[in-house]
């Protein structure tokens, strides 16, 4: 078959003849025929370019969502400035043709959430062909806000990248390329990882929000699929359920955003969210603050034991050793898990306080738990059953060693 000299840049979508534009704006194609296409069963909405249909939803603060109340999610802004937020936020996510990435996928729904005066608002932008990406584009960029922060769930390794190759292939710059940018994938493993199964949105959603989704949503797994026949067949019908999909997603981004700066803030927190809290707020430099998170945790039957070792490392690193030996003694007193407690106050007795006796009980201690309390016999296990028996070793030939020597009484 012979090769055609002619494409139609519709179905086959086109790029050549752009020029680059260092703003990031897109200028829509102007070919002259309608907005509107011969689509059936798309939600209420109105075709705002050739191949771009915008769909609007309006959220009202106050109402339940989950099981809490859907609050103004900037209320706490400022305490997540260090994390990426903006003087406003945009919270985004997309839908695509597939997961993996790279140039022949592409992003065919995004939704954009905005917090405005008493309500919150969701803009959905559908693109209808790959030959319209363009007018998506441009649409995308006329929807954003002169100062914004974007908030997205792993939007920095999948999201982002993403459209930043569709902007590359139409040889043009994003005009939120600078903009600030914060994901809270890396906040949500801050605050529960290890506490739950799964750091993913849906488990965010429903161990964290309480969220728990209607038969009406589609799994993000046959997303791509569903918009493959819809190419085919021109009927959104089956797309209802991704438009509701992406909108509570973003409206998921809003509450977490509103449920982290929270905890930053040490309100309504639980005695684990104020030590993690804490231990973001050190990792800044921010020492006031999370000490005072810290002090907040000793309240905390369940997590006291972990803020005294917080002190306790903090004032060892400070050559403190009086006071990180008294906080480890306390943490000893409900941790479950006390290996490296008792460790670590075996080495402060033996080489800041030169009390071998005292070193030789915590790590005969430690030797008994490993004994008694450790089910797992694996390498990890011998390894450190070796050491500890190896210090004590080596303690008792200092006692004996000075008892021998006539020395000072231990």
């Not at 390329?177 to 488990?203: E, I, Q, V, W």
């Not at 989704?213 to 791509?224: L, T, Y």
């Not at 694996?378 to 028996?389: F, T």
Request: aromatic letters at 10%; proline letters at 4%.
């Amino acid at each position: 078959m012979a090769r055609p000299n002619k494409y139609d840049a519709e179905r086959f979508g086109r790029f050549d003849g752009l020029l680059p534009n260092v703003s990031g704006k897109i200028e829509p194609l102007r070919d002259g025929k309608p907005k509107e296409l011969d689509v059936k069963n798309l939600p209420a909405g109105e075709w705002v370019e050739r191949g771009v249909y915008r769909t609007e939803t309006i959220v009202p603060y106050g109402r339940t969502y989950g099981s809490s109340i859907f609050s103004q999610p900037e209320q706490n802004l400022h305490l997540l400035k260090e994390w990426g937020a903006g003087e406003r936020s945009v919270f985004l996510d997309l839908e695509t043709t597939g997961l993996s990435g790279g140039t022949g996928t592409y992003a065919f729904m995004v939704g954009l959430g905005f917090c405005e005066g008493d309500h919150f608002k969701v803009v959905q932008l559908f693109l209808a062909g790959p030959g319209w990406e363009k007018n998506w584009l441009s649409v995308l960029e006329s929807e954003l806000p002169e100062r914004y922060g974007l908030v997205t769930y792993n939007g920095r390794t999948f999201d982002l990248p993403l459209l930043r190759t569709r902007y590359t292939l139409l040889r043009a710059a994003p005009s939120w390329n600078a903009a600030p940018h914060m994901d809270l994938l890396l906040l949500s493993r801050h605050f529960y990882k290890g506490r739950y199964l799964s750091c993913s949105l849906s488990s965010i959603e429903s161990n964290v929000l309480g969220v728990h989704r209607s038969g009406e949503d589609i799994p993000g797994r046959e997303i791509p699929y569903i918009y493959t026949q819809f190419l085919k067949s021109s009927d959104a019908g089956p797309l209802r359920g991704v438009f509701y999909h992406n909108t509570l997603d973003i409206i998921s981004l809003a509450a977490l955003q509103a449920k982290i700066g929270s905890l930053l803030s040490m309100e309504g927190c639980s005695g684990e969210d104020l030590i993690r809290c804490g231990d973001l707020l050190h990792m800044k430099g921010r020492q006031e603050e999370a000490h005072s998170a810290w002090e907040q945790a000793m309240q905390s039957a369940e997590a006291s034991w972990k803020a005294n070792l917080r002190f306790a490392e903090h004032y060892k690193g400070l050559g403190d050793y009086e006071n990180a030996r008294e906080h480890y003694v306390r943490a000893l007193e409900k941790e479950l898990l006390p290996l490296d407690t008792l460790e670590n106050l075996a080495k402060l007795e033996e080489h800041h306080f030169k009390n071998y006796a005292s070193a030789l009980a915590y790590a005969e201690r430690a030797l008994e738990w490993l004994d008694s309390c450790r089910a797992i016999r694996d390498y990890k296990w011998k390894l450190e059953r070796h050491n500890v028996s190896y210090r004590i070793e080596r303690l008792n030939r200092k006692i004996s060693g000075k008892s021998d020597g006539g020395g000072d009484a231990i």
